[in-house]
Nanobody, 123 residues
Framework: QLQASGGGLVQAGGSLRLSCAASGRTFSAYVMGWFRQAPGKEREFVAVISRSGGTTYYADSVKGRFTISRDNAKNTVYLRMNSLKPEDTADYYC??????????????????WGQGTQVTVSS
């Protein structure tokens, strides 16, 4: 089970940190990702992190502004979002990838999803 939190309303240029706590699984065994879905749009990939945390990958739209990290001792993955833009407004979802050693980015590669946490960036 995945529980996301940390969303809210922020002005453009501001920052937020999202958290996703995992329970009932061996957290360190899973590649973890963040996705987002804006109103009227399809869910899209944002960032992914390897099981150890040593490898990360980002969507071009957030590269240089967002940072994904994880703390396996706390069973938690984070998404630090800086320099937020109005176009970052969306529901953000954390997800655990299907068992794999690989960094994956497709929705279909993620089998477990948390509930969304809403991020609203005002201009």
């Amino acid at each position: 089970q995945l529980q996301a939190s940390g969303g809210g309303l922020v002005q453009a240029g501001g920052s937020l940190r999202l958290s996703c706590a995992a329970s009932g699984r061996t957290f360190s065994a899973y590649v973890m990702g963040w996705f987002r879905q804006a109103p009227g749009k399809e869910r899209e990939f944002v960032a992914v992190i390897s099981r150890s945390g040593g490898t990360t990958y980002y969507a071009d739209s957030v590269k240089g502004r967002f940072t994904i990290s994880r703390d396996n001792a706390k069973n938690t993955v984070y998404l630090r979002m800086n320099s937020l833009k109005p176009e970052d407004t969306a529901d953000y979802y954390c997800a655990a990838a299907n068992p794999s050693f690989a960094i994956v980015t497709r929705l279909a590669d993620f089998g477990s999803w948390g509930q969304g946490t809403q991020v609203t960036v005002s201009s």
